[in-house]
Each structure stands twice: as C-alpha cells, then as structure tokens.
C-alpha cells in the first residue's frame, strides 16, 4: 500500500482521502462508498502467535491506517473496542461444520464489533471539531449496536431511525430504551426509506450548513473494517487446526457483513468460499442469476435485520468485482423463506441442539442446499449474526422453550421506551434535527 492508506469513491468522483476522513464523512461527496485504493497482502504467516482478536486486529487493520492520525491509537482501539469473544464452535464431529457466534456483545449482534470501534475512532477526534450528529437507518440490529457504543458520549449525538411496524418487538425495545444523546425515530415506511432519508439528508447542504454529520451504518468504513476481524480469526484458526480455508455462508441484507468477509479474503486471509444467504428479498439472489441489477420494495419477513431490496454495500461490491461473470466466481446467493427459516429453526434445535435466530437459520438452510460433495470436502462455517433472544414471540413456540435472556439484553429491556414517530419525508426528519435536543 502506499505510505498512506487512501479510500476512493465507489463511484470515482470524489478525491481519495485516509481513514479518519473517510470515516468521518460517512458518505463520499459524490454519494459514493469509500473503498481502499490499494490493498495489503497479508497471510497466515502474518498472525503467527495470534489468536485474540484485538491482537489480530492490530497487525489486519495497521494497513489501512497507515499515515492518519488515528494510526497510533490502533491498539488502544480495537483493545476498547472488540473485548468480547466471536467463539467458533463445531457442529459435527469432524468438524466440517461450524457456527461463529458474533452475538456475545452488550447488544447481543454482530453489529457491536464495528460499531464499538467506530465510535472508539469519534472518541478521539479533536474535541475543538463541532459537535458530530450520527445518522443511522436500521432494519434491526444496527442502531441498538450504535445506540449502545454511542450513548453517553460526549459532543455526539445520534438519530436511529427503523422501520414503524417492521422490526421485532425485542429489536424496537432495544432501538427506543436509550435516551439523553441518542433519539429513536420510528419511520412510517420501510427500511429502504429509512436509508434513503439517510442519504438525503447527507446531500442537504443546508442541513450540512448546521449540523456536521456522519453514518454508523455499515456504508461507513469504521463499521466495515473491524468485521474483517473476526472472519481473519475465525479462517486462522481453521487454517492452523485442520490446513484448510474456512468457507463462510452469510446472513445477508445490506451486505456489509458480507463485503467484510470478501475483504479478508481479497487481502489474504484463508477463506474459501462464500454464499449470501438471503431471506425472501431477493434482489442480490435475482443479480447474480441475470445480471441485471433491479433494487425492489424491501418485503418484511422473519429474518427482519435482511429485509432489504436496495443494498448500499452493492456498491463496494461490484467495485471489488467489476464484472458479473467474475462476480458470480467470487460469491454464490441463495433466497429463504419464512416457512424454511421456521423448518430450520426447528431442525436446528433437534438435530444440533442449537437455538438459532432467524438470520442464522437462514445461513442454516443455504447449508443444507449445498451440494452433498460441497459439504464432505469443505471447511463451513455459519455466521450467527444475532442472539435469538432478541426474536424470542418468533424462536419459543417452534422449539418448545423459553430462550435464555443474556444479561445484557435484559437490562436494556429494563430501561423506559421512548421514540418519535416520523413520515418518510426529509423535510420532517430536517425538523427534528434542527430542534435539538
């Protein structure tokens, strides 16, 4: 790479900037993805020792900040930020089959690990900057995540605006139970919405006149970078067991999970394949199958942190992958519907003795599709992105139990709910803005 580690828009029209700008920016000025302009070359023999994710962390990320100012702080920052485990656990005997268990951070998703870091790299701009209002649409668990790395921090507000009616009523709690700088905006309409108001409310220059802002969701490279992490860990510790890359399969929405999984591997790491498992939004699925890019209405389902018909990490996905045909090479997709995620959730439960949430039982199933051969030779591993306590009126009547609440999510669930209801307009989410708090 070079001295120092520059970003580019996903679209090419806006200067290529370092790490600390480009998470700063959230968005790029021409409304495009920041993406690296260069990238490392690190393999196994890179992390020789490593084996915790902080340490992993610092010798995986230290390339991509190079020359910013941040740079230095890496190690306090990913010390601060990922001090819970992404434990690997075996399903089958012979270990051809794994589950990585993200859920174990204080909002119970895969979403603490980025957005914790995130907010350690805010913590430590110049406090003589302006205040910074973060912007972040959620479809589930990504604002409870931000919510929760962000609440309390001083010079930051936040605005987590979900879908009115299309979360789970564990998620919404989490997404309205924080108060003081963090505010829950309930958007009549759908995830796409939520998004959109987003991204227009990045492009309003006199909103930007007032206000500096910045994302938290994945379009934001301090959430995508650090999720590299745990699929470098997970594919190293595999790799030195057994001498064989990790293939992963994906819950996947907004496909920053996914695009942080395809990163590790472009850089090096030991990792396989990879399959996007999908709920019933079939937009990526329906891509890879004609080649014809046509975003949709996003349709509620389940697995309702994926209902997602217009991704923005698309973006950084085509820039990685420029052609379809080497696109279809790189990553295979498949559609789940409710019907098979409740299957799975059950199968799961019975056969392995798992209780899974929907998006991992949506991994579950892509599994089961997969070639009899596929399964034999290949290393997998399913990314369980989320607690399934957080989807306890949807697990509890198909397996026949309570699910365990972990401490964590039960003192959330103690603290009072509060939220604003908004149209999907940018007129009124500008007017909540400009009223403060």
């Known amino acids: ?10 679209r090419g029209g806006a200067p290529a900037v370092s790490f600390g700008a480009a998470v700063l920016q959230g968005l790029a000025p021409d409304g495009g993805l920041y993406v690296p302009l260069d990238w490392p070359h690190l393999g196994p023999q890179d992390f020789e020792g490593m ?14 900040m190079a020359g910013d100012p941040l740079a230095p702080a890496l190690t306090a920052l990913a010390a601060e930020a990922l001090n819970f485990p992404a434990p690997l ?12 268990e993200l859920f174990h951070g204080p909002t119970a998703a895969f979403k603490d690990f980025g957005a914790r870091f995130l907010a350690a790299c805010f913590a430590r701009r110049s406090e003589a900057e302006r205040p910074l209002t973060i912007l972040v649409a959620t479809s589930g668990d990504t604002g409870g995540a931000v919510a ?6 001083p010079r930051v507000e936040v605005a987590v605006l979900f ?13 309205t139970c924080w108060g003081g700088n963090v505010r829950s905006l309930s958007v009549r309409g759908t995830f796409d919405d939520c998004q959109r108001l987003v991204k227009e409310a990045f492009r309003d220059e006199a909103l930007a006149a007032r206000r500096r802002l910045s994302s938290a969701n994945s379009i ?6 650090p999720q590299m992490v745990y699929y470098a860990a997970a594919s190293l510790a595999i790799w030195r067991a057994h001498g064989e890359r990790a293939s992963f399969i994906v819950p996947s929405g907004n496909l920053g999970n996914a695009l942080a999984c395809l990163w590790a591997r472009r850089v090096g ?22 080649g014809e890019w046509r975003p949709r209405p996003s349709i509620a389902t389940l697995a309702s942190a994926m209902d997602v018909g217009n991704p923005s990490n698309m973006e950084r996905l085509r820039a990685l992958h420029p052609g379809i045909e080497e696109l279809r090479a790189a990553v295979r997709a498949c559609s789940v519907t409710d019907d098979e995620i409740r299957a799975r959730i059950v199968a799961g439960y019975r056969r392995f003795g798992q209780i899974w949430c929907p998006h991992t039982a949506t991994a579950a199933e892509a599994w089961e599709r997969l070639p009899p051969e596929a399964r034999r030779q290949g290393r997998w591993v399913l990314v369980a992105t989320a ?25 959330l669930f103690a603290r009072p709910a509060q939220c604003v209801e908004i149209d999907a307009d940018l007129s009124a989410l500008r007017a909540l803005l400009e009223q403060g708090n």
């Open 163 to 175: 879908p009115k009616g299309l979360v789970s009523p564990t998620q919404e709690r989490q997404l």
């Open 1 to 10: 790479m070079t001295e120092t580690a520059l970003f580019a828009s996903s």
């Open 269 to 290: 790491l030991p990792i396989g394949e990879v399959v996007l498992a999908h709920n019933a939004n079939r937009t990526v699925p329906d891509f890879l199958a004609s």
């Open 89 to 100: 656990a075996p399903l089958e005997p012979d270990g051809r089959l794994s589950v990585l």
């Open 387 to 411: 607690h399934p306590a957080k989807f306890r009126e949807i697990v509890e009547p198909l397996i026949g139990r309570a699910v365990p609440v972990p401490e964590a999510l039960a003192k």
């Open 220 to 225: 934001n490279l301090g959430r995508l970078l």
């Open 51 to 64: 084996s915790e994710l902080p340490a992993i962390a610092g010798r995986l990320l230290a390339p991509f």
């Open 148 to 153: 929760a790395a962000f609440h309390r921090r």
